[in-house]
């Protein structure tokens, strides 16, 4: 995916992405992982916030990930990271993370309890969990709405 994609992405989600920044709750020392970051706006968005914790970025697509350290380098983000890999596998910090945050990413995982068991391992007692995903079709008028229309 190219620039344009990312910022079509973002774009697209936007009135979304404003529920899920106001129910972040970031704080400034949060360590915060950002599961299927793409392009890192959410991931920027929490970096700004916690100045004195970090946030780490995990995707799988790499063109998406060169997009986001791109923009991280360009807004000066020094606490900000990302990495490329599945977060079912990945080798996450055992209790490294304060807040795991995910815009549409979790929702895609062959094997979601694998998937759920490792970010759990990631996660440090207590911490929390915000991750925005769709509703099954049946609750999602945009879906049905293109279907009826098909």
Known sequence: MGLDCADFYDAELRRHNEALRAALRVGPRDRV????????????????????????????????????????????LRNV????????????PAAGFDLSISRFGVMFFADPAAAF???ARAMRPGARLVWMVWQGQDRNEWSTAIRQAL
């Open 81 to 92: 990271v990302f990495e490329q890999g599945d977060a079912q596998r990945h080798l996450f």
């Open 33 to 76: 992982l950002d599961i299927g970051c793409g392009a890192g706006l959410t991931s920027r968005e929490a970096a700004r916030i916690a100045v004195d914790g970090g946030v780490l970025g995990v995707d799988v697509s790499a063109p998406m990930l060169e997009i986001a350290r791109r923009r991280s380098a360009e807004e000066g």
């Open 117 to 119: 068991a490792n970010i």
